[in-house]
Each structure stands twice: as structure tokens, then as C-alpha cells.
């Protein structure tokens, strides 16, 4: 955080460009409701870097307030996503939310990260997954908030700002909701505030909980491409496929694990995130950390834990 002109702001300065489209994702949101989001004061690009500034939303986060918020930010995300519905989306990075089963699939059986187990329990789930993707399908498209948890929300009093928005992509806003209810202890206050807002049939919570995994999945794993990762989030992979099948109702196999590569994972808010570890949050330090990772939170290399599963 910076000061410009006595006024604080938030710098961003990743060294991969990751999101080339966050200023026309962030101008989006805005047009459709202005006082939705931080505002994205400057942006600049180089070779391979991205640095934007925002201004500083003043208020506590949801984590901070506690989980009687998240009603409330479930609704403010409902509402900026049914406006932004009723925009034109021309020109904006997009999946479409059918093909999710199928895209994942595909990079599985090509870079064989998983175990065989998995795969074959994955594959023969695809007719169910695709039915419940092509439900989805019916959801007026709209800015998918990937990364919706209440750590990413702003509460001051009867105003909610959402944060983060440049990893948003045209797709299927219901999918944005299963992060957010990772972390709330009233979840049907949640779903209810959500669904009366955005405009989408409650009865489609089932599917947008089973695809909504599978979406992740691609999204970390492109991720880990876009920085040249040794690993494509093998056992983030993993963690969500089974999650998907879970809710799907189909059984575990004892050997559907992945591969035994070693994954790290952050600690920071990790029961709030729904990440796995073994770890208790004293424990912060690995001795085999690698340098070059660092808490995406804090920025401290220390919040790293080592995985192998």
C-alpha cells in the first residue's frame, strides 16, 4: 500500500501478466454499478509485468466481521452480477460453463498428472457432469468472480465493495458463490440472500456446487502454466476432482489419489479457503521451502507448507 496525492491506494505488481484483460474487467464492473467495487485508478504493462492501482476501500473485510456478513456480500454479488448480466460482454475473456467436464478432462488425459484410479472414476461421471453443466447453461452469462471468498469483500455497515476482480471471466456467475460458502456458518442465508438477487433458479445451487470444482481445477492449473510451474497443481487437482465426485455422489477408490508430486499450499485463512492441510496453523515453517514462493496473502515465504499426497 502507497500514498498518491495523501490518499492511499493499493499497488499490484505481478511479474507474470497473468490477466491482461483486469482494466476491462474492472471498467465493467463499474459501468454497471459504480460503487461495487474499488476503483482502478492506474494500470501499466511491460514485457512481463502488469502493475495497477487502486484506491484503498476503507472497512473491515468479511473475515473480520465474521460470518453474519456473508449474507449481505452474497447479495451485493447476486445484484453487480445480474446488472453486469444486462451488459454488453463483447471482448471479454469467456468459457462457456457446458464444456467445463470436458476441458478438464481433456488436460488430464494429456499431461497425466493423476492417478489412473481418479481418471477412470472422473470419466465415467462425464454424462452426469455434462447434464448438470448444460443446467447451468441456461444462467443469463455474467463476470464469474473466481475467487469470491470474505477475504475479497468490504463491509461498512450497509455497504459491501467487492475486491479482486481481475481474475473474473465471462462464464457462469453461480459457480462464484462455492468459495463463499466455504466460509459461512448459515450457508441457507447465504444461498437465499445469492439467489434472490441474481436472478437464477435456486434449484441450480446442486449443479453450480458440482461444476464449480472442475472450474477451479482449470483455473489453478492454468495458473501454475502462466508461471511456469514445475507441476501443474497436481494435488489441488486432485482435491478438486474428488470434491466434485463427492458431491456427485460417487465413491472413493482407495488408490484414486494423484501421483505422489510434491504440491505447497498456504496456511494463511486456510480453513476459511477449504484447502487441505495436515498442518496446525503454528505450524508455518517447512525446511524445504523454496525461495521463490510466497504467501499470496502476506507476501512472507514462511506461511508455505509441503503436500504430497
Request: overall charge neutral.
Amino acid at each position: 500500500m502507497f500514498e498518491a496525492d495523501g490518499a492511499p491506494v493499493v499497488v499490484k505488481h505481478p511479474k507474470s501478466v497473468l490477466y491482461p484483460h483486469a482494466p476491462a474487467i474492472h471498467g465493467t464492473v463499474r459501468r454497471a454499478c459504480p460503487g461495487a467495487s474499488a476503483p482502478l485508478l492506474a494500470h501499466g504493462t511491460g514485457n512481463s509485468w502488469r502493475r495497477t492501482a487502486s484506491a484503498l476501500v476503507p472497512g473491515r473485510t468479511a473475515a473480520e466481521a465474521g460470518p453474519d456478513s456473508l449474507p449481505a456480500v452474497a447479495a451485493a454479488l447476486g445484484e453487480v452480477q445480474a446488472a453486469i448480466s444486462r451488459t454488453d460482454l463483447t471482448g471479454l475473456p469467456s468459457y462457456r460453463v457446458a464444456g467445463v467436464s470436458d476441458t478438464l478432462v481433456e488436460h488430464l488425459r494429456s499431461e497425466r498428472d493423476q492417478a489412473a484410479e481418479l481418471l477412470t472414476e472422473y470419466t465415467n461421471a462425464l454424462p452426469a457432469l455434462r447434464d448438470h453443466a448444460a443446467a447451468l447453461a441456461s444462467v443469463p452469462a455474467s463476470l464469474h468472480h473466481p475467487d469470491m471468498n470474505d477475504g475479497n469483500a468490504i463491509v461498512d455497515q450497509d455497504t459491501v465493495v467487492l475486491l479482486d476482480w481481475e481474475e473474473a471471466v465471462v462464464g457462469c456467475p453461480p459457480l462464484s458463490l462455492d468459495r463463499l460458502l466455504a466460509g459461512s456458518d448459515d450457508t441457507d442465508a447465504v444461498i437465499g440472500a445469492y439467489f434472490d438477487t441474481v436472478g437464477a433458479p435456486k434449484d441450480l445451487l446442486g449443479s453450480a456446487s458440482v461444476i464449480a470444482p472442475l472450474k477451479l481445477a482449470i483455473e489453478a492449473r492454468a495458473y501454475a502454466r502462466g508461471l511456469d510451474m514445475p507441476h501443474p497443481r497436481t494435488c489441488l487437482t486432485a482435491d478438486k476432482v474428488r470434491h466434485c465426485l463427492d458431491r456427485l455422489g460417487v465413491p472413493s477408490s482407495a488408490a484414486s489419489g494423484s501421483t505422489g508430486r510434491s504440491a505447497w499450499t498456504c496456511t494463511h485463512r486456510g480453513r476459511r479457503r477449504g484447502w487441505r492441510s495436515t498442518c496446525r496453523p503454528a505450524i508455518l515453517v517447512c525446511p524445504k521451502l523454496p525461495p521463490r514462493l510466497a504467501c499470496p496473502y502476506t507476501g512472507r515465504s514462511n506461511e508455505w507448507i509441503s503436500m504430497n499426497t
